[in-house]
């Protein structure tokens, strides 16, 4: 066989990317259909903020975005001793039960708080914190935690295990305000930490709500004006009693638009946006959504082995709220602690364990750090001592 020369073959210099991005669709004409449905489904499992942010910049590095709205954490009460009866199960049919109700749980949560416009911002198997922007944000969120407790009294305030009958409740605890979600990392894995006063007053009220119960501040009560009804209980915090009026459903987002180009421009806007958005995923679910990309429901996977977790208070941060609204300024101060998240990132991969996420507490932010998963070691107690030492 011969090969052409000359110009037979376009010259390196001139246009190659468009040419192969061309034949490449030319040889795989579905290609655009299929890496549209995977922005769909990775866009499902981020904040709604960051994708945002993102489809219309995709920024690589760390920033900060101003934002404003009422968070809401709710927190089931009585998961801790069933899931550590199923801890006791050697056996992969353990964890399936127990992740299959903590999908139930995700979906109550999940589909109420996302018909009133709420963006969940971190789940950790139990609890779950949204975020709600817009008007009437406050009186959307105290709608979509009473429905949230409605639903569960019907459907979880008992569940039947092989262990028998378990009582799993909810406290819900409302935080009003300005805040700062921080952006951390790059291409290795990147991280939401919403950090401001909202935070520390949701918590605050969470930790002080009873099961079934709803507690929010005075920001969230003055912000509800005359529609809500509660009782002062002391600190700052209000019990929810009721609203007068629901206010109307905000709706689910809407998915992702994207732009009406040509198809090599459409396929070089959607893949620059995987690139930045993909790092934010859990590990080990991109394979997953890249096996089989679906909006079908958002489901957790089981998976039983033994672990060791680290947790990592990530104290002593800048206070930001000085910067709100001030892009220059918010981006300039968060290069210290976007160094400081790798440099403790990178320490954790030496030892190969992973940064599960970074979660929110009233105190601030925290690292939750796995050895064990996804890859598994013998010796991954000693991992961990070792990472904590040198960190």
């Known amino acids: 066989m011969t090969l052409l020369s000359g110009d037979a073959i376009p010259k390196a210099e001139v246009g190659m990317s468009a040419y192969w991005l061309e034949r490449l669709l030319y040889y795989h004409p579905s290609l655009l259909l299929y890496v549209r449905d995977l922005l769909d489904a990775v866009t499902a499992y981020i904040p709604r903020v960051i994708v945002d942010a993102i489809l219309e910049s995709p920024v690589m590095g760390p920033f900060g975005l101003s934002l404003e709205g009422t968070l809401m954490f709710a927190d089931i009460d ?74 569960m009294k019907s459907q979880m305030r008992e569940v039947e295990t092989r262990f028998g009958r378990f009582p799993l409740r909810v406290a819900i605890g409302l935080g009003c305000g300005r805040l700062v979600g921080l952006s951390f990392g790059d291409q290795e894995g990147r991280e939401l930490a919403p950090v401001g006063p909202p935070l520390l007053s949701m918590g605050k009220a969470q930790m002080a709500a009873p099961p079934e119960e709803i507690l929010l501040d005075a920001l969230t009560l003055e912000a509800c004006g005359p529609s809500l009804y509660c009782e002062p209980v002391g600190e ?143 010796d991954d107690p000693l991992r961990a001592v070792l990472a904590a030492l040198e960190l």
């Not at 779950?128 to 979509?144: K, S, T």
């Open 78 to 151: 009585g998961f801790t001793p069933l899931a550590e009866r199923f801890s006791q199960m050697a056996s992969q049919e353990g964890a399936e039960e127990l992740t299959e109700l903590v999908n139930r749980f995700l979906d109550i949560l999940m589909g109420i708080a996302l018909k009133y416009g709420g963006d969940l911002q971190k789940f950790g198997g139990d609890a779950g914190m949204f975020l709600f922007q817009g008007p009437e944000h406050a009186l959307r969120a105290v709608a979509a935690s009473l429905e949230v407790q409605q639903a």
């Open 236 to 378: 700052g915090l209000y019990q929810v009693v009721g609203l007068r009026d629901f206010p109307s459903a905000h709706g689910a987002f809407s998915l992702i638009q994207v732009p009406q180009l040509e198809d090599q421009e459409r396929l070089t806007w959607i893949l620059s946006r995987l690139d930045a958005l993909t790092p934010y995923l859990a590990p080990g679910l991109l394979e997953r959504l890249v096996a089989a990309p679906s909006l079908d429901r958002l489901r957790l996977w089981s998976d039983h082995r033994q672990v060791t977790i680290m947790m990592l208070s990530v104290a002593g941060l800048t206070d930001l709220m000085p910067y709100w609204g001030d892009d220059t300024r918010l981006q300039q101060a968060i290069e210290g602690p976007d160094a400081a998240f790798k440099q403790m990132r990178d320490t954790v991969h030496r030892y190969d364990g992973i940064v599960n996420m970074i979660g929110v507490s009233p105190k601030g932010p925290y690292l939750m750090v796995l050895f064990g998963a996804p890859r598994s070691h013998e």
